[in-house]
């Protein structure tokens, strides 16, 4: 098999998927790899004390995480890989329970651009973030998941509606809302002091508040006669979280280096744990107050500027694949083919924040690896999506690029991408942790 199919990463990769339904779940994971990697936890209430050659990571709402690493000598430049735990789907309303025709339903809200055909019909787990209220008043964040088939969103049989095939729209409001079971007295917050007591074994308590959604619970599978493709949810973006930190754990630790994943991306990062937040600028600030500084002076406003300028972010974030049978969506000469090797994303809009400077950096970077590289331009006549990589080049000034793993189906609830392309990327973001120019 090609040297380029890492069996061991490619379960990996799977098992992350399943077990990361939302991004609670999804940064909870990424933790535990770090922790057992040797990185320490801060907490951002609390003091920093930084040591230098040493590894930190830090949450923010516990949605989004921050790993990075300090080099033994001056720092004087960061190499930063970004992306976003968030993926569409379906979430709960605050009043979520509903009942039609003698059957309880949970009333849901879109989260982010979802593909909303695919949900129909699928075995659907429920996941999230649950606080409850014990007898003694003391209040508790607890996560849940429900990994098994407990809703379902039912297909309108053809026969009621003649004209289903034929570009029929879908109504969010009134044709998406799963359903249950058959009760005319059942509640969800019974429900969830049911789960929330299987999971953790907490007992009279009563349910405050949720951050819940559906997803399905079918597992992340290679497809293929060869195991060319990779299929499950949320490969946008987990994807690009589960590649970035790969690389970290693999790089030699010798410059410094950070890992962001930011939440909210999927609907404009405007929070304080997205992109467009202050929790990455924060954590640099910190850096910078204790190690950072040229020549051994004190870290200042000026020395952040000067360690910003001379750093280099790769936002992540997975790219548009020519599709066999959608080949005209593409410009004929941008077209990526999964398992191709990374995309360049490029847009003249600054949708993308790649420039000619970064594009020819991460070029540079994926020739030492080996590894082939692609470009990725929208039809003029078509719109473009964005990433974590405009927002952060806007709100910190680094040098940015866009780049993704190729993949079809975006905010689906299922997506494919190529399992050659897990190596590619992660050798050359490996490679970029480890280099020791930038320029």
């Not at 003391?138 to 053809?158: K, T, W």
């Not at 410059?255 to 929070?271: F, I, P």
């Amino acid at each position: 098999m090609s040297e380029t199919f890492n069996a061991d990463r490619l379960m990996r990769l799977c098992d992350f998927l399943r077990q990361s339904p939302t991004p609670w779940h999804a940064a909870g994971n990424m933790a535990a790899r770090l922790e057992q990697a040797g990185f320490q936890r801060l907490e951002e209430k609390a003091h920093w004390q930084l040591t230098p050659g040493e590894r930190y990571y830090v949450t923010r709402n516990d949605s989004a995480i921050i790993a990075f690493q300090l080099p033994a000598s001056e720092l004087t430049s960061l190499r930063m890989i970004g992306a976003h735990t968030d993926s569409p789907g379906l979430h709960l309303k605050p009043n979520a329970t509903q009942r039609s025709a003698g059957w309880l339903q949970l009333g849901v809200q879109v989260y982010g651009g979802v593909l909303l055909a695919p949900w129909f019909d699928r075995d659907l787990g429920l996941a999230g973030r649950v606080h409850v209220r014990h007898a003694d008043g003391r209040l508790e964040s607890v996560l849940l998941n429900v990994d098994q088939p407990i809703a379902m969103v039912p297909s309108l049989a053809i026969h009621l509606d003649r004209d289903v095939n034929s570009g029929r729209a879908l109504n969010a409001q009134t044709q998406m809302t799963p359903v249950l079971m058959q009760s005319e007295t059942a509640t969800l917050s019974e429900l969830l002091t049911q789960w929330v007591s299987e999971q953790h074994g907490l007992n009279d308590i009563e349910i405050v508040d949720f951050e819940l959604s559906f997803y399905d619970v079918q597992p992340p599978s290679l497809v293929g006669v060869k195991q060319q493709l990779v299929a499950s949810a949320r490969l946008d973006n987990l994807l690009s979280c589960f590649v970035g930190l790969e690389a970290l754990l693999a790089c030699d630790g010798t410059q410094g280096a950070v890992l962001v994943a930011n939440d909210h991306e999927e609907v404009g990062s405007a929070s304080a744990c997205g992109a467009q937040g202050p929790f990455l600028a924060d954590v640099l600030k910190r850096i910078n107050a204790q190690v950072g500084g040229r020549e051994g002076g004190k870290g200042n406003e000026e020395s952040l500027i000067q360690l910003i300028q001379s750093s280099y972010m790769i936002s992540c974030d997975n790219a548009h694949a020519l599709h066999p049978n959608f080949r005209d969506k593409h410009d004929e000469r941008h077209g990526p083919a999964i398992n191709g090797g990374p995309v360049i994303k490029v847009n003249a809009s600054q949708r993308y924040a790649t420039n000619s400077v970064t594009g020819a950096l991460f070029r540079d970077v994926c020739r030492e690896a080996s590894v082939p590289v692609q470009s990725f331009v929208t039809r003029a006549d078509m719109g473009c999506g964005s990433t974590i990589g405009p927002i952060t080049a806007t709100e910190l000034g680094v040098p940015t690029i866009d780049v993704g793993i190729p993949q079809w189906a975006m905010h689906s609830i299922r997506e494919t991408a190529g399992t050659y392309d897990v190596e590619h990327l992660t050798r050359a973001l490996t490679l970029f942790l480890n280099r020791a120019a930038l320029s």
